[in-house]
Each structure stands twice: as structure tokens, then as C-alpha cells.
């Protein structure tokens, strides 16, 4: 979940966190605006959020490059994609507080009042690379599950996470142990239940 913590609220991981959820949401061929309105509304956009359907139909060909960049199985590749997307889509880089309304933050759309599709694209780039420059590795990745498109920021130690829930983890940790179960007839393996 989110942090609700002022100084957090817009900090690079945040805002990587945030674009994940938008690309998940936006995944369905119709996303649903509502859906879209309460993940801006949960990463702390002050409401009330009313996204028209030609709003979304933007968010949504704007989450799709981004999809890329989670797909990038390397930081060059992640990299080149990040590249091609700020060179495309994105101006200066510059400082706001909206008005003294939030934490000084940087944005590179082209100003506070940017459409959402622009503004999803530009805040996203912007994270999504400062965290491939802090990590040398991709911002994040896509769920190893073949029943699940989400992506997912990826942590910053520790083992690699493999699945965007532990819901997909579990499913696939149940789906594993039947298929051995069923593959191996008798099944001795002394493991015992997830
Ligand atoms: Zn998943």
C-alpha cells in the first residue's frame, strides 16, 4: 500500500509503486475509469478525480510503452526503452510543490495542468529511470505467472521476486506441487503442504 507520510508521498519509489498499479489498471481492452480514478485517489491525488472515457482511452495507450520498460528482462534494455520514451514524450525537467500543496517533487510533462495520458507517461519515465540509475537494474519486472499480466516494482535487495502477489505465488506454488504430484505417480518428495 501506499505510504501516507508527506515526505514519501511523491518519492521515486512511490511513484514507480503507483505506476505499476496504473499499468495493471489500465490493462483491460476497456479499463474501467472508476478503477483508474481510485489508484490515483489511494497514491494520494486529491479528489475528486471524474476521468472521462477518452481520458482513459489515453492513460491507456500511455501505460502500453511503459509496459516495456517492466518487460525489459535487462537494465539496457530498460534503458533503451526509458531513452526512447524521454526523448519522445517528455520536456525539461523541472521542480513543483503544486503551489506549496505537496513536497517539492520534479516532473517533466510540460506543467502542472498537463493531460493525464501526458502526465502518466512523463512522472513514470521519470522514476522509472532514476530507480534503473540508483539499482543498475530494471525498475521492475512483469509476474512469472502465464495466468497473469501484472507488473511489479521490483525491491531493492534480497531475492528477486518472481510474482506480483502472493496470491500469484501461492497459486503457482499449489499449481507446481500438484503437477509433481501427478507427474510422479507415487510422489515421495517429503514436502509437505504450501
Ligand atoms: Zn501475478
Same mark, same amino acid.
Given at each position: 500500500?501506499?505510504? +501516507?507520510?508527506?515526505?514519501?508521498? !511523491?518519492?521515486?519509489?512511490?511513484?514507480?509503486?503507483?505506476?505499476?498499479? &496504473?499499468? $495493471?489498471?489500465?490493462?483491460? +481492452?476497456?479499463?474501467?475509469?472508476?478503477?483508474?480514478?481510485?489508484?490515483?485517489?489511494?497514491?494520494?491525488?486529491?479528489?475528486?478525480?471524474?476521468? @472521462?472515457?477518452?481520458?482513459?482511452?489515453?492513460?491507456?495507450?500511455?501505460?502500453?510503452?511503459?509496459?516495456?520498460?517492466?518487460?525489459?528482462?535487462?537494465?539496457?534494455?530498460?534503458?533503451?526503452?526509458? $531513452?526512447?520514451?524521454?526523448?519522445?514524450?517528455?520536456?525539461?525537467?523541472?521542480?513543483?510543490?503544486? @503551489? @506549496?500543496?505537496?513536497?517539492? !517533487?520534479? !516532473?517533466?510533462?510540460?506543467?502542472? +495542468?498537463?493531460?493525464?495520458?501526458?502526465?502518466? &507517461?512523463?512522472?513514470?519515465?521519470?522514476?522509472?529511470?532514476?530507480?534503473?540509475?540508483?539499482?543498475?537494474?530494471?525498475?521492475?519486472?512483469?509476474?512469472?505467472? +502465464?495466468?497473469?499480466? $501484472?507488473?511489479?516494482?521490483?525491491? @531493492?535487495?534480497?531475492?528477486?521476486?518472481?510474482?506480483?502477489?502472493?496470491?500469484?505465488?501461492?497459486?503457482?506454488?499449489?499449481?507446481?506441487?500438484?503437477?509433481?504430484?501427478?507427474?510422479?505417480?507415487?510422489?515421495?518428495?517429503?514436502?509437505?503442504?504450501?
Amino acid at each position: 500500500m501506499p505510504d +501516507d507520510d508527506w515526505s514519501t508521498r !511523491h518519492s521515486v519509489l512511490t511513484t514507480a509503486r503507483r505506476t505499476a498499479a &496504473l499499468v $495493471n489498471a489500465l490493462a483491460d +481492452d476497456r479499463p474501467d475509469p472508476d478503477e483508474v480514478a481510485a489508484v490515483l485517489l489511494a497514491y494520494g491525488e486529491t479528489g475528486p478525480v471524474e476521468l @472521462g472515457p477518452e481520458e482513459v482511452t489515453g492513460m491507456r495507450a500511455a501505460a502500453a510503452p511503459l509496459r516495456e520498460v517492466f518487460a525489459a528482462a535487462t537494465a539496457d534494455g530498460a534503458a533503451a526503452v526509458l $531513452n526512447r520514451l524521454l526523448r519522445e514524450h517528455t520536456g525539461p525537467l523541472r521542480l513543483t510543490s503544486h @503551489g @506549496g500543496t505537496a513536497p517539492w !517533487h520534479a !516532473h517533466v510533462d510540460r506543467d502542472d +495542468d498537463a493531460p493525464w495520458a501526458e502526465w502518466l &507517461l512523463a512522472s513514470s519515465c521519470m522514476a522509472l529511470a532514476v530507480l534503473l540509475w540508483d539499482r543498475q537494474r530494471p525498475p521492475g519486472r512483469t509476474c512469472a505467472s +502465464d495466468s497473469c499480466r $501484472n507488473v511489479f516494482v521490483a525491491q @531493492g535487495s534480497g531475492p528477486e521476486r518472481r510474482y506480483c502477489s502472493r496470491r500469484c505465488a501461492t497459486r503457482e506454488r499449489v499449481a507446481a506441487h500438484r503437477g509433481r504430484h501427478s507427474a510422479g505417480g507415487s510422489g515421495g518428495a517429503a514436502e509437505g503442504p504450501a
